[in-house]
Nanobody, 112 residues
C-alpha cells in the first residue's frame, strides 16, 4: 500500500519561500516519476513540477525560475522549493507518484 504524505505548507508573505516535502511509503521509490500539482479555490488541479527517477525535471511556465523540485531517494522523499512566492501561488499542493497515487495535500497561502 503506497502512501504519500505532504508537509511544509503554511502562510507566507509575498516574496517569501517555503519548502514542501512528500514522504513516500512504497518500495523502489527511486524508479518512480514524481510530481507536484496544485489546486486553487474554484479552479482545476494543475501541474506544477515533476522529476523522473533519473532526476530530469520539468516545470509549469508559471513557476519556472522560482520553484525547484528535487528528490532524496535514500529518504523516499521529493521536495518542492518555492521562492519568490506570489499571491497567485495560493493553493492546496498535492504530491503525485507511484503511477497515480496522490497525497492528501498541504495548504500554501501567500498573503500579506
Amino acid at each position: 500500500q503506497v502512501q504519500l504524505v505532504e508537509s511544509g505548507g503554511g502562510l507566507v508573505q509575498p516574496g517569501g519561500s517555503l519548502r514542501l516535502s512528500c514522504a513516500a511509503s512504497g518500495s523502489r521509490f527511486s524508479i518512480y516519476f514524481m510530481g507536484w500539482y496544485r489546486q486553487a479555490p474554484g479552479k482545476q488541479r494543475e501541474f506544477v513540477a515533476s522529476i523522473t527517477g533519473a532526476g530530469i525535471t520539468n516545470y509549469a511556465d508559471s513557476v519556472k525560475g522560482r520553484f525547484s523540485i528535487s528528490r532524496d531517494n535514500a529518504k523516499n522523499t521529493v521536495y518542492l522549493q518555492m521562492n519568490s512566492l506570489k499571491p497567485e501561488d495560493t493553493a492546496v499542493y498535492y504530491c503525485n507518484g507511484y503511477n497515480g497515487h496522490w497525497g492528501q495535500g498541504t495548504q500554501v497561502t501567500v498573503s500579506s
